[in-house]
């Protein structure tokens, strides 16, 4: 599955035996649509990749993509020695649900998985000199992002929810050129695309790949940081907007019973 991503991948000879890696990773392209993708990587060869942006549901298309995937390359659940995830940030929806179908896989061999930052993964595909700062739409004039140098691939800014307006700074001061990716990549350019070193990208190339998921997650085992299925989380970054009304709600009802302190010492003196 891709973009949000989930992956499966596995490096050769890294569990006693030749490793197979499957990649998926999904995910919901801000309002403009939803895309799902699966990769099949073996040792460091891509097997098999798919993307798919037609405007259905991850429920109708995630499970037959991941069907297709394992039936063209002649495998099974049981040749998957590593699963990969897409864990956050993104859309609440995308992630529950790709993470759901990679421990629905992973559960009945007790198979380790990687979950892998959504960002990090959209980085991983681009490489050359300068900066990639990734973006994805998380409303209210927000993105989720993180920066990374595009040769080294350091990390430059942790994934965190920023307003766009608060990367200026970031913007101005950081090696050029300076590219923009992800689904949010358009709220940047809108803002600072006539900042001198920063180059566009093309809308079709901007979105991420389950392949790059999958060499995340490879990277993350050999690092001993794949888990078991049961300890598999999403990484939201910040609470849902459910979440954020019930707060406010509360902090509303809250503020309403609570008497004030002048109030309160003056019945005490009345007494």
């Known amino acids: 599955m891709a973009y949000h991503f989930e992956n499966i991948k596995l490096e050769k000879g890294m569990y006693g035996r030749s490793s197979r890696s499957f990649s998926q990773a999904l995910e919901e392209l801000g309002v403009e649509g939803k895309t799902v993708g699966v990769a099949l990587l073996q040792d460091d060869r891509l097997l098999y990749e798919c993307y798919l942006d037609a405007g259905m549901t991850h429920s109708e298309t995630l499970m037959p993509l991941i069907d297709n995937c394992l039936k063209f390359c002649g495998m099974g659940c049981k040749d998957i020695d590593l699963y990969g995830v897409n864990a956050g940030p993104g859309s609440f929806t995308g992630l529950r649900i790709g993470l759901a ?4 896989l ?20 681009h490489t ?25 691939h350091e990390r430059l800014m942790d994934d965190d929810a920023r307003a766009v307006a ?6 101005e001061n950081c090696k050029k050129p300076l590219f923009f990716v992800g689904d949010g990549a358009a709220l940047c350019y809108n803002k600072y695309g006539n900042v001198p070193g920063v180059l566009c990208v093309p809308p079709a190339l901007r979105n991420g790949r389950a392949a790059a998921v999958a060499y995340v997650a490879e990277q993350m085992a050999q690092r001993g940081e794949a888990v078991l ?12 907007q459910a979440e954020r009304e019930r707060a406010e709600r509360l902090a509303a009802e809250a503020a309403r019973t609570e008497i004030p302190e ?8 009345h007494q």
Request: proline content about 5%.
């Open 106 to 125: 992973a559960f009945p061999r007790e198979t380790l998985c990687a979950p892998v930052s959504t960002l990090e993964a959209l980085a991983a595909a």
């Open 166 to 171: 608060d990367l200026a700074e970031f913007v």
């Open 128 to 152: 050359g000199c300068g900066t990639v700062l990734c973006a994805l739409d998380a409303r209210r004039a927000q993105v989720y992002s993180a920066a990374f140098d595009l040769e080294t």
């Open 229 to 240: 299925p049961e300890a598999l989380l999403p990484d939201y970054h910040r609470l849902s």
């Open 101 to 104: 179908a990679v421990k629905g």
């Open 262 to 269: 002048d109030t309160a010492k003056g019945k005490d003196q």
